[in-house]
């Protein structure tokens, strides 16, 4: 009986424990430069990501230092996406490595399923619907189920990145 239970957590969609990062690794950090009265003139602002992405050189090399911290078996950097915790979308943190993790491009909870969310909760706050603290919150201590709340059923229409 706990055998089928198991089963059907998984086909269910329960998250792999590496598709989620360690939170003692990347708890997430915010840009204390957003903030709820200014998401109009910065995160809303089509492009604005762009001016606060940190250079590849950067994120491809903290991924490899990262994915020797994470533990992972595969170290093939092509089979992650160095991400944002909390997306820079929504007042995520640049630069700041606690933000930063290796995701698994090759799992059910890839790095293109966090994408759809980001979407979501981004056009959740700037219109309004969602406060920024509460999209940054959810997606810091488990997008996964914040994806369940937010994309699952969502009026928004998911195409590609917010940026």
């Known amino acids: 009986m706990k055998k089928i239970a198991l089963a059907l957590l998984l086909v269910a969609g329960f998250a792999a424990a590496g598709d989620l990062p360690n939170p003692k690794l990347t708890p997430g950090a915010i840009n204390p430069e957003i ?13 604005f990501t762009k001016t606060i992405r940190p250079p590849a050189y950067y994120t491809n090399k903290l991924k490899k230092v990262q ?4 533990g992972y078996a595969d ?3 092509k089979h992650y996406e ?3 915790l909390i997306a820079l979308s929504i007042g995520g943190d640049p ?12 799992s ?7 994408d759809q969310l980001e979407v979501v909760l981004y056009r959740s706050v700037c219109d309004g619907n969602v406060t920024l603290a509460e999209a940054q919150t959810a997606m810091a201590t488990d997008w996964i189920a914040a994806y369940k ?3 699952v059923g969502s009026r928004y229409k998911i195409k590609g990145r917010v940026d």
């Open 35 to 47: 903030t709820q009265s200014n998401i109009q003139q910065t995160v809303c602002v089509k492009g």
């Open 67 to 70: 994915i020797v911290e994470y």
């Open 75 to 77: 170290t093939d950097p």
């Open 82 to 84: 160095e991400d944002h």
């Open 95 to 106: 630069r700041d490595e606690r933000n930063l993790w290796p995701q698994p491009r090759n």
């Open 108 to 114: 059910e909870w890839s790095a293109a399923k966090k």
């Open 149 to 151: 709340r937010y994309v």
